[in-house]
């Protein structure tokens, strides 16, 4: 196979779309651009690609050993190619959905959400710090299945780039069939608004139907305006801070723990406490439904419900 990565290929697109988008904030939606919030953005971009230059050639490397002792091969048909595709979305759901649901992941992911606007240049704020999570753990079954680890790094290479689009205002609703079956602007919006019937919700990359077969999609109320960024917002453009401050928090949890609590920091919910002094994004929610019945029509106080709570 051809030394191919597609995002790379994607990136003169991405400028252009930014441009683009940037071009209509300016002339319809002023705030939705903050310059300090674009430049975090894109250094959080620079560093990820960085990142993955240092630490992917080991992963890839551990997954051409792994497929050495593969239950079928393949091969490259078209139909490989398919059903790679697919089952690597799959994959990326489950990844997503553990990345918010187990501290140890979210300490990585927390770094996608941490901006208050949503943009295309959001799309840009990728972990630095994966490579300490082991997500990579979850391709394993695709390399043992048979697929060969460069058609899963293409495969996902293309997810990533269907990915980019979605994180826009400028796009209200694609056409019904279309919001039936994939993911969308409406869709990922919902993902990373901290609105409490909104929190964990919509894990998917590609096709928004894993939500749907898993119990975890939640569909965009058009009267109800989106409140961005963390249950606890960061507070500041600090590059450092917003790349590291979650695996700080871990650090500072864990050493003030009793030592039958400390794991339970790592592996559990972000949120979570012993001793219940702060929230989870389940308990948020019960909270906000015990109070409203999830009715579709917001309640006038609804979002202070996330922004007073401390869960991350």
């Known amino acids: 196979m051809p030394d191919f990565s597609p995002t790379e290929y994607a990136v003169p697109g991405f400028v252009a779309l930014v441009l683009i988008e940037m071009i209509w904030a300016w002339r319809t939606r002023p705030d939705a651009y903050e310059p300090r919030d674009t430049l975090t953005s894109l250094a959080f971009g620079l560093g990820s690609t960085v990142a993955g230059l240092l630490f992917g050639g080991l992963f890839f490397a551990l997954y051409?050993?792994?497929?050495?002792?593969?239950?079928?091969?393949?091969?490259?048909?078209?139909?490989?190619?398919?059903?790679?595709f697919v089952l690597d979305d799959l994959?990326?759901?489950?990844?997503?959905?553990?990345?918010?649901?187990?501290?140890?992941?979210?300490?990585?992911?927390?770094?996608?959400?941490?901006?208050?606007?949503?943009?295309?240049?959001?799309?840009?704020?990728?972990?630095?710090?994966?490579?300490?999570?082991?997500?990579?753990?979850?391709?394993?079954?695709l390399v043992l299945l048979g697929f060969h680890p460069a058609m899963i790094a293409i495969c996902g290479g293309f997810n990533l780039i269907y990915q980019f689009w979605i994180h826009t205002e400028a796009i209200d609703r694609m056409p019904r069939w279309f919001e039936a079956v994939m993911n969308t602007p409406s869709h990922h919006r919902v993902h990373h608004a901290t609105n409490p019937r909104y929190l964990d919700r919509n894990y998917a990359g590609v096709f928004i139907v894993w939500d749907k077969m898993f119990g975890t999609f939640e569909p965009e109320v058009?009267?109800?305006?989106?409140?961005?960024?963390?249950?606890?917002?960061?507070?500041?453009?600090?590059?450092?801070?917003?790349?590291?401050?979650?695996?700080?928090?871990?650090?500072?949890?864990?050493?003030?723990?009793?030592?039958?609590?400390?794991?339970?920091?790592?592996?559990?919910?972000?949120?979570?406490?012993?001793?219940g002094s702060r929230e989870t994004s389940d308990q948020i929610r019960a909270r906000w439904l015990e109070r409203t019945g999830g009715a579709d029509k917001p309640v006038a106080s609804e979002n202070s419900i996330a922004g007073e709570a401390e869960a991350a």
């Not at 048909?77 to 059903?83: D, K, P, S, T, Y």
């Not at 901006?115 to 994966?130: M, V």
């Not at 650090?251 to 979570?272: I, T, V």
């Open 222 to 275: 058009a009267n109800e305006k989106i409140r961005y960024g963390i249950v606890k917002q960061l507070g500041s453009f600090n590059l450092l801070w917003a790349v590291f401050h979650e695996w700080i928090g871990i650090a500072q949890d864990m050493l003030r723990a009793p030592w039958k609590h400390k794991l339970s920091y790592l592996l559990r919910e972000p949120g979570w406490t012993h001793d």
């Open 91 to 141: 994959k990326y759901y489950w990844v997503h959905r553990t990345g918010h649901r187990v501290r140890w992941f979210w300490a990585s992911h927390v770094n996608h959400h941490s901006s208050q606007h949503y943009n295309l240049s959001t799309a840009l704020r990728q972990t630095w710090t994966g490579f300490l999570t082991l997500g990579f753990a979850f391709a394993l079954p």
């Open 64 to 84: 051409l050993w792994l497929w050495e002792f593969r239950l079928f091969d393949m091969g490259w048909a078209w139909w490989a190619w398919i059903a790679c």
